[in-house]
């Protein structure tokens, strides 16, 4: 087999053998000389056919090259199959050298000068009608940019807030009675009246009724629709004594204080409702004008990307043309 300095050649290695059977063929890696001055470009994968009598054909090809001129000798390549090994024929390679007419150097001629090609109208127009196309796309971008400033945005976020339940900001504020320690002190009216109004305020959010802007027997009676008659009776008591410390200078004593606030705590842990949402969604409430504002924001920014990415897609187009051109 002959081939020119630089050429490949394939060199196949066949295997005939039955289904099952373990084959071990050889391994050559990319550069790999399989004999002296001759390389391995690559080998490909083994190929795989039936054959007759149910046995398989395996195929694999070696590609070889070299850059010497010289006839080299193939060694016979082993092949295993089961363990039992097997070698082909010996073979031989022929690399021919590139005829060069030495008996007439006056065809062989220098490298020629790099040549501008003429210009040509027809494949710059393209060119030039997309750059304008371009430039009058990026002045649409501009005025509506322009647009969309001047087109003030409305916030229309929605927030969401965290909030205390009822039971739970009543004895927050009961626990800074406490603390101040005003069961104790000398300003009764004072502490009966923090101590009502966090009830109230408790009864309002938890019950659903204005209970700030009632008198403490229409709490009572609201309250009597649908809560226990004990525990009633005893918040009862707690703003009887409330009414008649703010309104009719009457004095209490420490422990007399310190039940009516049990008292409190108990009415609240009895009646609280505890699996209930801790956070609020609040949404803003928009006009018209401003909805339509909104809108309209929108829709110029969707437009100028979308013009955007046309104008990034045109650039690119451009850019590359000219590549091509240079």
């Known amino acids: 087999m002959e081939i020119l300095i630089g050429e490949q050649a394939?060199?196949?290695?066949?295997?005939?053998?039955?289904?099952?059977q373990l084959l071990?063929?050889?391994?050559?890696q990319p550069s790999q000389q399989i004999a002296p001055g001759l390389e391995v470009v690559e080998a490909l994968p083994a190929d795989t056919a039936k054959a007759a009598d149910g046995q398989i054909l395996v195929t694999k090809?070696?590609?070889?090259?070299?850059?010497d001129e010289k006839l080299y000798y193939v060694p016979a390549m082993k092949v295993k199959v089961d363990s039992k090994e097997y070698q082909t024929k010996n073979l031989a390679l022929k690399v021919l050298d590139v005829p060069v007419d030495t008996l007439h150097p006056e065809n062989f001629y220098p490298p020629k000068d790099v040549q501008d090609n003429p210009f040509q109208w027809s494949?710059?127009?393209?060119?030039?009608?997309?750059s304008v196309?371009?430039?009058m796309l990026l002045c649409l971008i501009f005025?509506?940019?322009?647009?969309?400033r001047e087109?003030?945005?409305?916030?229309a976020r929605v927030r969401i807030v965290k909030r205390l339940l009822p039971h739970q900001r009543a004895m927050q504020e009961i626990e800074q009675i406490k603390a101040e320690g005003m069961q104790v002190s000398g300003d009764q009216k004072e502490y009966y009246t923090r101590l009502t109004d966090t009830l109230r305020k408790y009864i309002e959010e938890r019950f659903g009724f204005n209970a700030m802007e009632m008198t403490s027997?229409?709490?009572?009676?609201r309250l009597q629709e649908a809560e226990d008659k004990t525990m009633i009776d005893e918040l009862r008591e707690l703003f009887t004594t409330a009414d008649l410390v703010k309104f009719a200078k009457y004095s209490t004593l420490i422990n007399e204080n310190d039940a009516n606030l049990v008292n409190a705590i108990e009415f609240i842990n009895s009646t609280k409702q505890e699996n209930q949402p801790t956070t609020e969604r609040i949404e803003p409430k928009l006009t018209e004008q401003e909805k339509k504002s909104m809108q309209s924001r929108t829709t110029l920014r969707w437009t100028i990307i979308a013009l955007s990415a046309v104008g990034v897609l045109m650039l690119g187009y451009i850019i590359y043309q000219i590549y091509l051109l240079m």
């Open 133 to 135: 196309l371009l430039i």
């Open 123 to 130: 494949e710059w127009s393209p060119l030039f009608w997309c």
């Open 217 to 221: 027997t229409e709490i009572i009676a």
């Open 61 to 67: 090809v070696y590609r070889l090259t070299s850059f």
């Open 143 to 148: 005025y509506l940019r322009v647009c969309m």
């Open 151 to 155: 087109n003030k945005p409305v916030m």
């Open 24 to 28: 071990e063929m050889p391994i050559f």
């Open 10 to 20: 394939d060199l196949t290695l066949s295997v005939t053998m039955k289904r099952g």
